[in-house]
Structure formats: C-alpha cells, structure tokens
C-alpha cells in the first residue's frame, strides 16, 4: 500500500503543521493550495494517494465542490476524503459528508492526537 497524502489545503501554516505531523509518522504528504490543483493532482498521482485531507475553506472552488469532483471521478472515488475545516457550526458535518467526505475533523487540530485519527479512518476503510 502507498503511503501517500494529498492535503488540499490554502493556508501555508495549517500546510506546513499537517505536513510535518503526518510525515513524523511515516507519511509522504504531497500538498496542493486550492481545489483545482487538488483535483489535478489527485488524478495525475503515481501512485494515487490512500487519502485526501480537504480544506472547505478554498478560494475559487470550494472544499464541497471539490469532493463532489472526486467523487464523481470513478478513478478517485474510492480514495478516502476527509474534511479538515474550521466549519463546526451545526450541520456542516452533515453537509461534508453529503458532499462526499468520508470523514470531518475540526479544525484547530490537536497536534497530539491529528496522525492518530486521519490513520483510523484508513483503518476504518480496511
């Protein structure tokens, strides 16, 4: 299996914190800083990433647009999609995974436990 990640994310600091989390265990983190980029990369990737963490915050095109993207490519569909977003308010969740998110975590993130849980939804998807 590949260890590989793509992180759709704008912010340089929540890139750079994500990156560095997610590679001091084992992870190789490929980033892209807005959803058409992801989405390029997504499909061009050798080998294609076992997930993609997403922003819902993107400038141009949106975090919901690009899952829905994803999902709608059946060569990336099965790649786990996670929300990582600082929407918390009530019904943003259900609106990530009606978009096609796998998964939502909060942002801030908890530098203590992010590795931990971005692994359990891999474990999940087992």
Known sequence: MSSRMLLIEDNEQNRYLTTFLLQARGWEVVSAVDGPTGL????????????????????????????????????????????VTSYAMPGDRERCLASGCHGYL??????????????????EKS
Do not use: H, S, W
């Open 106 to 123: 909060e942002k801030p993130i908890d530098p203590r436990t992010f590795a931990a849980d971005v692994e359990r939804f891999l474990a």
């Open 40 to 83: 390029r990369l997504a499909d061009t990737m050798t080998p294609p990433p076992v997930l993609i963490l997403l922003d819902i915050q993107l400038p141009g095109m949106d975090g919901y647009e690009v899952a829905e993207r994803l999902r709608a490519n059946p060569a990336l569909a099965g790649i786990p999609v996670i929300a």
